[in-house]
């Protein structure tokens, strides 16, 4: 596959702003409307936020690390990048979309890449009803949070709450508690990828809660309804014999 308009985008951090101005010199930089490829320089931020502007346009994204973390991102170099591209790997993402009803009764939708959580607001902890495809699987979780993660955001927020990493091309969606008190020693679930995730919150006007979908915030949310979108395809390009499977099984043996 030739790409031969790229469009650069960068974060503010100077290493960042250095490898634009290099690979701009070297390679152009194509208006983003006509653009075959998007280049992000900077951290894992970056390409989600990446991915979230252009999440219609099924145009792949390729990260190169001019962050912290960078585990979305591939190695910075600025040599070579059409050929880089060319024989990259594409991995086909699809996001989570969630529905909220707030208190006020008011209803929001949200796309959400890594994972869509629920946070308790104040000092009470949050009881959650929780049913998978219109059954009731839970009647009742307390807890400071819950979490749906995709495979992509498996190894994000989702494995700091001791969730499962999920290799990439699973169609499966992980289920995890935060700081879970009732039942204690419930670690959260495996679902099928077109499983249909739905959050009750109970006693709600003293134990509010919030939701958010990756980045985007519902303040007071009495009901989220989760489920992955198939419509929308989302691209992300990986360096030959690192890709974000190699990645994600190279997680799970580290120490």
């Not at 290099?22 to 936020?49: C, H, I, K, S």
């Not at 879970?180 to 990828?193: E, I, M």
């Not at 009901?223 to 799970?252: K, W």
Request: glycine share 6%; with cysteine; net charge negative.
């Amino acid at each position: 596959m030739k790409f031969d308009k790229i469009t650069f985008v960068a974060t503010d951090v100077p290493e960042a702003q250095e490898a634009m101005k290099t690979l701009t010199d070297r390679y152009g930089n194509a208006a983003p409307a006509e653009a075959d490829v998007f280049v992000a320089l900077g951290g894992d931020g970056l390409m989600l936020q990446t991915l979230h502007k252009h999440m219609h346009r099924g145009i792949p994204i390729y990260g190169m690390n001019r962050g912290s973390v960078g585990f979305l991102m591939n190695e910075y170099k600025p040599d070579h990048l059409r050929e880089r591209l060319e024989a990259a790997e594409i991995a086909r993402l699809h996001p989570l979309r969630a529905h909220a009803t707030l208190a006020n009764g008011s209803e929001h939708q949200a796309l959400a890449i890594n994972e869509v959580s629920l946070l308790r607001e104040t000092a009470q902890a949050a009881k959650i009803r929780i049913s998978i495809d219109d059954k009731v699987r839970m009647a009742e979780l307390i807890c400071d949070g819950v979490l749906v993660a995709t495979p992509a955001g498996s190894t994000a927020y989702n494995l700091s709450a001791q969730g499962p990493i999920i290799p990439i091309n699973a169609a499966l969606l992980a289920l995890t508690p935060i700081s879970a008190f009732r039942p204690r020693r419930w670690r959260g679930a495996l679902l099928s990828h077109h499983a249909k995730v739905r959050f009750e919150i109970l006693e709600a006007d003293k134990r509010p809660v919030s939701a958010v979908a990756d980045h985007r915030e519902f303040r007071d949310v009495v009901d989220v309804r989760v489920e992955e979108d198939p419509s929308i395809d989302l691209l992300m390009m990986f360096d030959e014999g690192h890709s974000l499977d190699e990645r994600i099984l190279t997680e799970q043996f580290l120490h």
